[in-house]
């Protein structure tokens, strides 16, 4: 008796019965790997929304201790260094900020001078400066100059606490922040610190860095390299004002763009 054929993917039956079982397997699979993802995107975004939530804690505490950020900051480590000012380590929380505004130190200075052309030769020599250990010369420009970019954006003194004033900064802010963490980010400059506190307020503590006591010539102690990358960080700061403009201006312009109707 001649063998039964065996069923085999050379036979019309025997194909259709392996992509039966490939199509049982691969749904399954796709099952498996559609459930996977669901949770990993729910936990993802229950992350991301958590972050979103403490963020702006977060960006105070390191303004509250002088530093300013962008969101050029790596996002992933604001929590860790607000942890160590939150813990009282500040000596470590000063040192991780003063490395990675050493890092991105030439980065800032480029975008300044390139954005702000009319600031550059002030902006190199501050720079230059605060580069050979001139903090007396460095921290005091850094901070001027901060002032004068500021208050081209937001058309009043970024120092002022009036309740007019603050209300036009935080309008300003809301017209031009793209989302919700540039809008922390920008927006922690209406809060009482001890950077723009004006003298006598109580806001400033010993060792903080205060742009009035500076300018002012009442602050003889100002010159290290600890408030030298602070004012850096103030001025990366007033500039993320001036870029976050720019680019409301460009999504206003394709906006209206998108509106014209075609001929």
Not at 105 to 116: A, G, H, K, P, V
Not at 119 to 125: E, H
Not at 127 to 135: S, V
Request: contains cysteine.
């Amino acid at each position: 008796m001649q063998e039964q054929e065996k069923l085999s993917v050379r036979t019309p039956a025997g194909l259709l019965q392996q992509i039966a079982a490939f199509s049982a397997h691969f749904g399954k699979y796709r099952r498996w790997v559609s459930v996977n993802l669901a949770e990993n995107f729910a936990e993802i975004g229950e992350n991301m929304r958590r972050f979103q939530a403490g963020f702006p804690e977060q960006v105070g505490i390191l303004a509250q201790n002088g530093w300013f950020i962008s969101l050029d900051t790596p996002l992933a480590a604001i929590y860790p260094v607000a942890d160590l000012f939150r813990a009282g380590n500040v000596t470590e929380g000063h040192k991780q900020m003063c490395g990675h505004f050493s890092r991105i130190r030439q980065d800032i200075e480029d975008n300044l001078t390139t954005s702000f052309p009319e600031r550059r030769r002030i902006l190199q020599k501050a720079f230059r400066a605060h580069d050979a250990g001139d903090y007396e010369l460095s921290v005091p420009v850094f901070l001027a100059q901060a002032d004068g970019i500021a208050k081209k954006i937001l058309g009043v003194s970024i120092y002022s606490r009036k309740s007019a004033v603050v209300r036009r900064m935080g309008d300003v802010i809301a017209n031009i922040a793209a989302e919700e963490l540039e809008d922390s980010l920008l927006r922690v400059v209406l809060k009482a610190l001890p950077l723009t506190a004006s003298t006598g307020s109580g806001a400033q503590g010993a060792g903080e860095l205060n742009r009035h006591e500076v300018l002012h010539g009442i602050d003889t102690q100002y010159a290290t390299e600890l408030n030298s990358y602070r004012a850096i960080s103030w001025l990366q700061c007033a500039a993320h004002f001036d870029e976050a403009k720019k680019c409301s201006n460009r999504r206003s312009q394709k906006v209206g763009q998108a509106d014209v109707p075609k001929p």
